[in-house]
T-cell receptor, first 110, second 115 residues
Framework: GIQVEQSPPDLILQEGANSTLRCNFS?????LQWFHQNPWGQLINLFY???GTKQNGRLSATTVATERYSLLYISSSQTTDSGVYFC????????????FGPGTRLSVLP | GAGVSQSPRYKVTKRGQDVALRCDPI?????LYWYRQALGQGPEFLTY????????KSGLPNDRFSAERPEGSISTLTIQRTEQRDSAMYRC?????????????FGEGSRLTVL
């Protein structure tokens, strides 16, 4: 099955810093989502981005499907950005079976 | 409802007991998914439904696990004869439209602890 890698595995930032999280996948995909798991365990949708670029406030994401990677950019980080960021991909044309990467654990220090 | 609702939020049970976890998807979402998440790991796929039909159950770990969605809305994940290794967060997600590309929305999960 498809393999999903995320880097870095852990990241510590000072509040206000910028960061880039990367997701690599081993085969072509139909769907890709980025999620934020906050310290309370909630999985929050960030982006549904099978290709192209999207922005939402301080966050933006780019997926280059032909090169099998996606990037999540966090600018002016805040302590509330702390948690685990997951990339999930699906490669089925019909039906979905999203495969999650191992996540990047982000800690933003005040 | 407005979001995916799961119950119970927390369940503690003794080894050997059966448990049933419930998921109420977002109104109008025809696809429903079950995932399991161990501590420190990403969610792992268990099974999914389009309407009432179970389309894929390849992720169910063994025959103690089963799921149903009899009327195409609420779903129940049942674990029989629970074992300590079943302890995890069980997450439900829904999406729309049926079978095509669609964004997954997760509930808050049911945390199962087997003593």
């Amino acid at each position: 099955g498809i393999q999903v890698e995320q880097s870095p595995p852990d990241l510590i930032l000072q509040e206000g810093a910028n960061s880039t999280l990367r997701c690599n996948f081993s085969d072509s995909v139909n769907n890709l989502q980025w999620f934020h798991q906050n310290p309370w365990g909630q999985l929050i949708n960030l982006f549904y981005i099978p290709s192209g670029t999207k922005q939402n406030g301080r966050l933006s994401a780019t997926t280059v499907a032909t090169e099998r990677y996606s990037l999540l950019y966090i600018s002016s980080s805040q302590t509330t950005d702390s948690g685990v960021y997951f990339c999930a991909v699906d490669q089925r044309n019909y039906g979905q079976n999203f495969v999650f990467g191992p996540g990047t654990r982000l800690s933003v220090l005040p | 409802g407005a979001g995916v609702s799961q119950s119970p939020r927390y369940k503690v049970t003794k080894r050997g007991q059966d448990v049933a976890l419930r998921c109420d998807p977002i109104s109008g979402h025809v696809s429903l998914y079950w995932y399991r998440q161990a501590l420190g790991q990403g969610p792992e796929f268990l099974t999914y439904f389009n309407y009432e039909a179970q389309q894929d159950k390849s992720g169910l770990p063994n025959d103690r696990f089963s799921a149903e969605r009899p009327e195409g809305s609420i779903s129940t994940l049942t674990i029989q004869r629970t074992e300590q290794r079943d302890s995890a967060m069980y997450r439900c997600a829904s999406s729309f439209p049926s079978g095509l590309t669609g964004e997954l929305f997760f509930g808050e999960g049911s945390r199962l602890t087997v003593l």
